[in-house]
């Protein structure tokens, strides 16, 4: 049987040579292509059209969430395995929804990369033991404790919105979000204005806050 093709995307190098060092231990994986950020990462894909690819969340021009969207709507039968140094729910929800298969966090990536590799090159969900235990504790913290309070603010903002409100309790300015996310700084502003009407919140002290308190930060 042939080796799968993978694509490895991480903004540190000598991250992306430790993956590949563990690769090598299973010919079954072929690692031709590599790339540290977003758009290197679309001509790569392009240029090797890669069975699988371990993608990082955090990439330098935009998050690995919009590329995992870019690369399956590029490659519909792409195997995407995410790893990232968040074990938040929302993380891994967002991942799903985009259309990756399996999620790891870097600390358990030496560990478990094979076998959430092997995992998604047959077209099974993997979340690393650790993950899931972290998902579980996170959704009983955040489940409500009456059905009036189901749908809480946080499920109103709009995918966009929710994208903003992460990079925002990250620290970044409004110029840096509209880098990131390849938006105007107007727009940005327009998205920031709304999550926060529709949380009730006045600054970004009180968003960090109603962030930690939905799990969605430490």
Same mark, same amino acid.
């Given at each position: $049987? ?9 903004? !540190? ?9 563990? #690769? ?8 031709? +292509? ?7 990462? =679309? ?11 371990? =993608? ?7 998050? +690995? ?19 990232? $140094? !968040? ?16 999620? #790891? ?40 404790? !009456? ?17 903003? $409100? ?8 409004? @110029? ?9 700084? @107007? ?8 999550? $926060?009407? @529709? =949380? +009730? ?11 930690? @308190? ?5």
């Amino acid at each position: $049987m042939p080796s799968k093709r993978l694509l490895i995307v991480d903004d !540190h190098p000598l991250f992306r040579e430790g993956l590949k060092a563990i #690769l090598r231990r299973d010919p079954s994986f072929e690692v031709t +292509g590599e790339a540290g950020s977003y758009a290197e990462a =679309l001509r790569v894909a392009k240029a090797c059209r890669p069975d699988l690819a371990v =993608l990082d969340i955090s990439l330098p021009d935009r998050s +690995g969430i919009h590329l995992a969207r870019e690369l399956r709507q590029m490659l519909p039968a792409l195997g995407i395995l995410m790893v990232s $140094m !968040h074990a938040k729910v929302d993380y891994v929800a967002e991942a799903l929804k985009v259309g990756a298969l399996g999620y #790891l966090t870097k600390d358990a990536a030496t560990v478990s990369l094979l076998s959430g590799l092997r995992s998604v090159a047959a077209g099974l969900p993997y979340l690393d033991p650790t993950l899931s235990v972290e998902i579980s504790r996170s959704l009983m913290a955040r489940a409500p404790r !009456h059905e009036e309070e189901s749908h809480s603010a946080y499920d109103t903002l709009t995918p966009r919105e929710r994208e903003v $409100m992460r990079l925002v309790v990250e620290g970044l300015s409004n @110029k840096e979000v509209a880098g990131a996310l390849e938006i105007s700084v @107007k727009t940005a502003e327009h998205h920031r204005g709304n999550l $926060m009407r @529709k =949380l +009730g919140l006045q600054n970004s002290v009180e968003l960090v806050r109603y962030a930690t @308190k939905l799990g969605l930060i430490d």
